[in-house]
C-alpha cells in the first residue's frame, strides 16, 4: 500500500547534508535507536516498505512515534517468553556447551575450545570474537564461541549483533547456533516462528561474512543449527534450517537501507518524526513517505496498527495479504475488486476480473437456490426429526 501527500505545495528539497537530515528526522534531541538482529530481520521480511526502512535507517523510535500518533502496538517479547528463553538456552548450555556440541556432531576424545570473549565494550567484544574465530580456525579444532559480538555495517553506522553461539568446525566452516524456546513437535515446529529465526540468523551469517572475508582458510555455513526443546519436554533437539533466501533478501534490504539518505532527501523540507511533534503534523510526515502494509507486519513492526488503520481506510486490498493481493493483479482497492465482481469495472479479459465475475456469478446462483429450501424443509429427508 502506497500513501503519499497528496494535497500542499510541492516538495522542496532540502538543503541541508543527509546525515544531517537524518538527525532531524528523528528530532533533535532525539539519540538514534540502534539496529540490531531482530529489527534487521524484520526489514528482510517487508522489502518493499520505504517508510520502515527510512525510520530504521534514520534511528527513529518506532514505538515512541506509533504512541505519539496514538497506534501504539503491543510489540516485542513478552516478559514470560523472555524468561522461558532465557531458561532454555541456560538448560542447553549448562554444562559448558558439551550437548549443544553433541547435536552438532562435534563428540570425541580431544573434545572442543570454548574461548574467553570478555573484553571491554562493543568495540573490544568484536574485535575480541574476531580474535578467537581466527585463532579457532587456524587452530582447526571444534570451538564454541558463546555470544560471541559481531558488527556490521548499516547504513554507515554500526549495528552490533550477538547470535546466541558461532560454532568452529576443524575444516575452517563456522556455523551460527539459534537457541530458541517454542517447541519442536516431532521433528517440525511452527512455520512462521521458524521463518523469523531464519531470518534473524541470516544476518548473523552476513555479519560472519565480514570477518571470514579476512580470514584464510575460513567459510561461512549457509544453514543454521535451530536448537528448540524436543515435543513437550525440556530437552533440546537441533535442526539445520537452510537460511540462503534469506540471506539474499537480507543483503538485498541491506544495500536499500544505503540509499536511505536518497528517500530523505526526496522529502519535503522540515518533514520530521519527532514524537515531540502534534499528532496532525506526525501523521503528514509518516504519509509522506510510501509504505507496504501486510498483516506480517502486526507481527514485526511497530507502526503497524497506524500503518494497518490508513490501509484499511484507503481500502487497500493488501490488508487482506500478500497471496490475495498478488491473484488480484491490477485492482488495488476492495471497492475495485466489488465492481470488478459485479461487472460495473473492469478488463473482462483479465483473469482476475473474469475470475471475480465467476464467483459472483456462482456465488448468485447459490444464494437463488436458498429460499426454497428454506420454505421447503419437508423436501429434506433429514429435516422430518430435526427440531
Ligand atoms: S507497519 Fe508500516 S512501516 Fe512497518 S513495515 Fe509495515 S507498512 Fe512498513
New binding site residues.
Given amino acids: 500500500m502506497s500513501e503519499s501527500l497528496d494535497s500542499g505545495p510541492p516538495p522542496q528539497a532540502p538543503t541541508t547534508p543527509p546525515r544531517q537530515r537524518l538527525a532531524e528526522l528523528r528530532g533533535p534531541d532525539a539519540r538514534p535507536r540502534p539496529l540490531d538482529a531482530r529489527a534487521l530481520a524484520a526489514l528482510a521480511a517487508?522489502p518493499g516498505?520505504d517508510?520502515?526502512a527510512l525510520l530504521d535507517g534514520a534511528g527513529v523510535d518506532k514505538a515512541a512515534l506509533a504512541t505519539a500518533l496514538g497506534s501504539p502496538a503491543p510489540f516485542g517479547q513478552s516478559q514470560f517468553a523472555f524468561m522461558r528463553g532465557n531458561a532454555f538456552e541456560a538448560r542447553v548450555t549448562s554444562d559448558g556447551g558439551a550437548e549443544l556440541m553433541r547435536l552438532l556432531g562435534a563428540e570425541g576424545p580431544t573434545g572442543f575450545a570454548l574461548p574467553d570473549l570478555a573484553a571491554a565494550g562493543p568495540e573490544g567484544r568484536t574485535a575480541r570474537t574476531a580474535l578467537a574465530l581466527r585463532q579457532a580456525t587456524a587452530d582447526g579444532v571444534w570451538t564454541l564461541l558463546r555470544h560471541p559480538l559481531l558488527a556490521l555495517e548499516v547504513a554507515g553506522a554500526p549495528a552490533y549483533l550477538e547470535p546466541d553461539a558461532v560454532v568452529v568446525h576443524p575444516d575452517g566452516r563456522w556455523t551460527v547456533v539459534e537457541i530458541k524456546s517454542f517447541p519442536m513437535i516431532d521433528a517440525s515446529a511452527d512455520a512462521a516462528k521458524v521463518g523469523a529465526a531464519a531470518r534473524q540468523a541470516a544476518v548473523y551469517v552476513l555479519a560472519l561474512e565480514r570477518i571470514a572475508a579476512h580470514t584464510g582458510g575460513a567459510s561461512v555455513a549457509e544453514s543454521v543449527l535451530l536448537v528448540c526443546p524436543k515435543d513437550f519436554s525440556n530437552l533440546p533437539t537441533a535442526s539445520v534450517v537452510d537460511v540462503r533466501k534469506q540471506l539474499s533478501v537480507t543483503r538485498r534490504q541491506l544495500a536499500r537501507l544505503t540509499r536511505v539518505e536518497d528517500i530523505a532527501t526526496a522529502l519535503p523540507a522540515g518533514v520530521t518524526f519527532d514524537p515531540e511533534r502534534p499528532a496532525d503534523e506526525l501523521r503528514a510526515a509518516v504519509a509522506a513517505v510510501p509504505?507496504?502494509?501486510a498483516p506480517g507486519?502486526l507481527a514485526a513492526?511497530e507502526?503497524?496498527f497506524h500503518?494497518r488503520d490508513r490501509a484499511r481506510r484507503a481500502g487497500a486490498v493488501e490488508t487482506l495479504g500478500r497471496s490475495v493481493r498478488g491473484e488480484l493483479g491490477g485492482l488495488r482497492t476492495v471497492g475495485d475488486v466489488l465492481a470488478a465482481a459485479r461487472g460495473t469495472a473492469g478488463d473482462p479479459d483479465d483473469p482476475a476480473v473474469a475470475a471475480l465475475r465467476r464467483a459472483a456469478a456462482l456465488r448468485a446462483e447459490a444464494l437463488a437456490a436458498l429460499p426454497a429450501a428454506r420454505t421447503a424443509p419437508e423436501e429434506l429427508p433429514e429435516a422430518a426429526g430435526c427440531h
Fill in positions: 517487508n516498505c517508510r520502515r509504505a507496504a502494509y507486519c513492526c507502526l503497524a500503518c
